[in-house]
């Protein structure tokens, strides 16, 4: 089945510092891929989809790419702030149900002023 | 805007207790989720349902029941709690924006004793 890996559990930045978080995901298809954030004491909220017609996201500063070559996408921001703190999550909608999303571990971020 | 309400937030339990959790969304939102999240293993669905009284299995639903009486309001039952499912639990609905665009409520965060 369709999976998606996060491997960096925990990041810790200093403001203005440049995010870039990674995930890799396994699926038979070209999938849309997202990002959500969690604040902590919320649930998570979608904050940027990338589809294969625009290989690109833009939101709130942060922009997500994806590279089908290594079936990676990324999530960057050029300079943090302590408001960036939160936990990340990479996901993809399953190909087989188009009804599911299929999420990573999270990456969790502590930005430090 | 809308807003998905889970109760309780806190829900304290014996092992081998049943336990329901509680989700409503004011959305008219039709599909609705529970999830899981364990700290460092992301969100792991539970239960959907595309629309009042349908049910359909994530893939962590041994030892899960749901209920869709409503379509405002979606319930969650361990039917017998064991400590090692000790979580938050998420529930989130999705409407015209699709799949891909779901909101999460604030979650109810299960302890078993």
């Known amino acids: 089945g369709d999976s998606v890996t996060q491997k960096q559990g925990q990041v810790t930045l200093s403001e203005d510092d440049f995010l870039f978080i990674n995930c890799t995901y396994s699926?038979?298809?070209?999938?849309?891929l997202l990002w959500y954030v969690q604040y902590p004491g919320q649930g998570p909220q979608l904050l940027l989809k990338?589809?294969?017609?625009?290989n690109k996201g833009i939101s709130r500063g942060f922009e997500a790419t994806y590279d089908k070559g290594t079936t990676s996408f990324h999530l960057q921001k050029a300079s943090v702030q302590e408001s960036d703190s939160a936990v990340y999550f990479c996901?993809?909608?399953?190909?087989?149900?188009?009804?599911?999303?299929?999420f990573g571990q999270g990456t969790s971020l502590s930005v430090v002023p | 805007g809308g807003i998905i309400t889970q109760t309780p937030k806190f829900l304290i339990g014996q092992e081998g207790q049943k336990l329901t959790l509680k989700c409503q969304q004011n959305?008219?939102?039709?599909?609705m989720y529970w999830y899981r999240q364990d700290s460092g293993k992301g969100l792991r669905l539970i239960y959907y349902?595309?629309?009042?009284?349908?049910?359909q299995k994530g893939d962590l639903s041994e030892g899960y029941d749901a209920s869709r009486e409503k379509k405002s309001s979606f319930s969650l039952t361990v039917t017998s709690a064991q400590k090692n499912e000790m979580a938050v639990f998420l529930c989130?609905?999705?409407?015209?924006?699709?799949?891909?665009?779901?909101?999460f409520g604030p979650g109810t965060r299960l302890t078993v004793l």
């Open positions: 989130a609905s999705s409407g015209t924006g699709g799949v891909y665009e779901q909101y």
């Open positions: 990338v589809t294969t017609a625009n």
């Open positions: 996901a993809l909608v399953e190909t087989s149900s188009f009804s599911k999303l299929v």
């Open positions: 699926t038979t298809t070209y999938p849309t």
């Open positions: 349902s595309i629309t009042e009284n349908d049910l």
């Open positions: 959305f008219n939102h039709d599909t």
